[in-house]
């Protein structure tokens, strides 16, 4: 799947989704054509350093199952480094998203539960994607 948006639109909302939470770089994201549908987890990765003006990211989501509390996931995402979401057997959407230019992304560092850290960068549209 290959996307490109503009900086200031969220690729979840290109993508039909509405951002429920999002901490330390994952979000909760909500179907906006089917509000029934559970909620899925998400999280953007791309290499560093950050490229621009055509950043390509890799997108992981995972719907919650029915019965699973959504903090169950994301308090494994929270704790698992960026490079264990592609061995982890997810398939991840490839995306391109841009025209960015490279002094409109913020460098982020949040603090993992079990120590650590992970790194990313904010986009103009405020989506945080992550550093593999």
Same mark, same amino acid.
């Given at each position: ?31 906006? /054509? ?5 909620? /899925? ?40 480094? /960026? ?18 230019? /490279? ?30």
């Amino acid at each position: 799947m290959s996307t490109t948006n503009t900086p200031t639109t969220s690729v979840f909302e290109t993508l039909g989704y509405q951002v429920a939470s999002r901490e330390r770089g994952i979000y909760v994201l909500r179907n906006r /054509a089917n509000p029934a549908a559970p909620e /899925a987890v998400a999280l953007l990765l791309t290499a560093h350093p950050p490229e621009a003006p055509v950043l390509p990211v890799k997108l992981f989501v995972q719907p919650v199952p029915r019965g699973v509390d959504t903090r169950t996931i994301t308090d494994l995402w929270d704790g698992l480094d /960026a490079r264990r979401f592609e061995e982890s057997g997810l398939d991840a959407a490839t995306l391109e998203l841009g025209p960015l230019d /490279a002094s409109d992304l913020e460098e982020q560092a949040y603090g993992r539960p079990e120590g650590g850290k992970r790194f990313g960068v904010r986009l103009p549209s405020g989506d945080v994607v992550c550093f593999n």
